[in-house]
């Protein structure tokens, strides 16, 4: 039977009663359609699922008491960055569910010169709230108990020069000098650079170059900025990762 699992994000213990936040309290209970005394998993981005038991079901709350903790162990081995060139709406969400449910462990959302969604300042942040519920919901759906990082839009200059010098850094070229056959595990794990819808320009790429970025040969064709991300994690977990 399929267990039904909730995001909250505070603290959980083993013999803690709790009121559920209020979106949590809604899909279990108007959702799921659970009742007291029924059973649920939450889990808050510790590691752990919370085996809880429902205590009370109002109108428009519910509280829960957690009866036991389990520590997962279903996070790859190989940590993954995904810097990921911004695409419109529902792209970008199915790139960042997608990627949560292979394993990704932080999401970097780039402007590039090619970009086609703007964002001002406010917009960035309503932006940002809306990926990390896509992210959140995707570990729910997937079993993950450790909640992938997406950090806020930044330049791809910023991005890319902050990567740590010791990981593997990637980015798909027809041309490029790896082939999956070719790659081997580094100490600052995986990064995979991805162009928005327009693709990389030359001065983007120069610049994924400059940061140490090098080519990845993955097929002859040419993949959509939706595909190539899922792609190229889903090729290099079963390299490098737990997917082999």
């Known amino acids: 039977m399929r267990v039904t699992r909730s995001h909250v994000d505070q603290p959980l213990a083993v013999g803690q009663t709790l009121a559920l936040p209020e979106d949590a309290a809604n899909h279990l209970v108007r959702v799921m359609r659970l009742r007291e005394g029924d059973g649920c998993v939450l889990f808050n981005g510790d590691g752990h699922d919370y085996s809880a038991t429902l205590v009370t079901v109002g109108k428009r709350d519910a509280q829960v008491r957690i009866e036991s903790a389990t520590a997962l162990g279903n996070e790859s081995p190989l940590h993954i960055t995904l810097l990921q060139g911004i695409a419109r709406g529902e792209k970008m969400d199915l790139i960042l569910q997608k990627a949560t449910e292979l394993g990704v462990q ?139």
Not at 116 to 125: F, G, N, Q, S, Y
Not at 193 to 219: M, N, T, V
Request: charged content about 20%; overall charge neutral.
């Open 106 to 244: 932080a999401f970097v959302p780039v402007n590039a010169e090619r970009t086609e969604v703007k964002l001002d300042a406010t917009r960035a942040e309503k932006r940002l709230a809306h990926w990390h519920s896509v992210v959140v919901s995707a570990c729910g759906q997937s079993g993950r108990a450790c909640v992938p990082s997406v950090a806020a839009p930044q330049s791809l200059q910023d991005a890319a020069n902050a990567v740590p010098a010791e990981a593997l850094k990637l980015t798909l070229d027809p041309q490029g000098e790896h082939r999956l056959s070719t790659l081997s595990a580094a100490p600052g794990g995986v990064v995979i650079a991805i162009g928005p819808e327009g693709g990389w320009s030359p001065r983007d790429r120069q610049a994924l170059a400059a940061a140490g970025f090098q080519g990845l040969q993955l097929g002859p064709r040419v993949l959509r900025t939706e595909t190539a991300g899922l792609a190229a994690i889903a090729a290099v977990q079963a390299r490098l990762g737990d997917l082999g």
